[in-house]
């Protein structure tokens, strides 16, 4: 890819405790972002296990580890790494290896074309047990019987927004639940 040309990308993953995911993940990212001039932004949302330091040791250029005082939660993790990101794109997944980086660039190439503001990855085949899919599933039901809003599926952490999609997403308590839905009222187009 021509570097003059090529936008520049935020990876934003909060973490917390995810000591034994960290450095796969930061191999799992340089692979699949060879391509691309990117950053990827670790926030460690006070960990209690040795996450911050395993990071700290991870050998990756890109890498930018910021590290919150205590356990504020994930969506307030995930704010704070999209508040420093300096990415024409913001791409946003969990940490605990439970999305596949290998999925990045062809969203990347999707949001390109610019008719959407969010590209959102749908879970195929979940890795979660039954007790957490089914809530989710009625969840995703009603979102779309109340709003116009037509997505399988909200839960998926792997999302590529464009800069000012992200930025206006203002998200706190277990709003990051609910990024479909914030970004979809705030006029994005998913
Ligand atoms: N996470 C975080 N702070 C928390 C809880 C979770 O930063 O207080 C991170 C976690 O390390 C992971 C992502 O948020 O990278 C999603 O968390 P989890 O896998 O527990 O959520 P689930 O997959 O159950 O929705
Ligand atoms: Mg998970």
Redesign the pocket.
């Known amino acids: 890819m021509n570097s003059n040309t090529s936008p520049f990308i935020s990876i934003v993953?909060?973490?917390?405790?995810?000591e034994e995911?960290v450095k796969l993940l930061s191999e799992r990212i340089s692979e699949a972002m060879s391509d691309f001039n990117y950053e990827l932004i670790l926030?460690?949302?006070?960990?209690t296990d040795r996450?911050r330091s395993n990071i700290k040791v991870i050998d990756n250029p890109h890498l930018i580890l910021v590290g919150l005082k205590k356990?504020?939660?994930?969506s307030?993790?995930?704010a704070a790494g999209i508040d420093l990101a300096k990415g024409d794109y913001i791409v946003t997944?969990?940490?605990?290896l439970?999305n596949d980086p290998r999925d990045i660039p062809m969203m990347i190439e999707r949001i390109q074309k610019g008719d959407f503001d969010v590209v959102t990855g749908i879970r195929h085949k979940r890795k979660?047990k039954f007790l957490?899919t089914i809530p989710s599933k009625v969840a995703n039901f009603m979102v779309r019987k109340a709003t116009k809003m037509n997505i399988k599926d909200n839960?998926c952490?792997l999302k590529v927004f464009n800069k000012e999609t992200a930025k206006e997403l203002n998200l706190y308590g277990e709003m990051?639940?609910f990024i479909n839905l914030l970004a979809f009222l705030n006029g994005a187009r998913i």
């Open positions: 993953i909060p973490v917390y405790n995810e995911n926030v460690d949302d006070g960990s996450t356990n504020y939660g994930q307030l993790a995930l997944l969990d940490g605990d439970q979660d957490k839960g952490a990051h639940r």
